[in-house]
């Protein structure tokens, strides 16, 4: 049963903006914390960063910082990754995940995952 579907991948130019969406099941949504992760070609996946789902505090990867903006909306069941000035080097299979403990080390659950390639 598929839990979490990631959309808005694409091709983007560097110094664009780009924003992904995450739609979830009700469940998932009122229980757990959510986060993005992504994984470039030949690298390990890598966490970009995560909202609580009470408070909706977020965490940011360094990297990530000033550029990434992570927001959700809980009435529709949505996560998204707003992604301004990306670089090349963010070019990843984006992965949101729902964390039932907010440590982001091991989430429950995973998304299949969407291409984003961006073009310098």
């Known amino acids: 049963q598929v839990q979490l579907v990631e959309s808005g991948g694409g091709l983007v130019q560097a110094r664009g903006s780009l924003s992904l969406s995450c739609a979830g099941s009700v469940r998932i949504f009122s229980t757990h914390h959510l986060c993005w992760f992504r994984q470039a070609p030949g690298k390990q996946r890598e966490i970009v960063g995560g909202?609580?789902?009470?408070?909706?505090?977020?965490y940011y990867a360094d990297s990530m910082k000033g550029r990434f903006t992570i927001s959700r909306d809980n009435a529709k069941n949505t996560l998204y990754l707003q992604m301004n000035s990306p670089k090349p080097e963010d070019t990843a299979v984006y992965y949101c995940?729902?964390?039932?403990?907010?440590?982001?080390?091991?989430?429950?659950?995973w998304g299949r995952g969407t291409q984003v390639t961006v073009s310098s």
């Open positions: 995940a729902a964390d039932d403990s907010g440590t982001w080390s091991a989430p429950d659950y």
């Open positions: 909202i609580r789902w009470i408070g909706g505090s977020t």
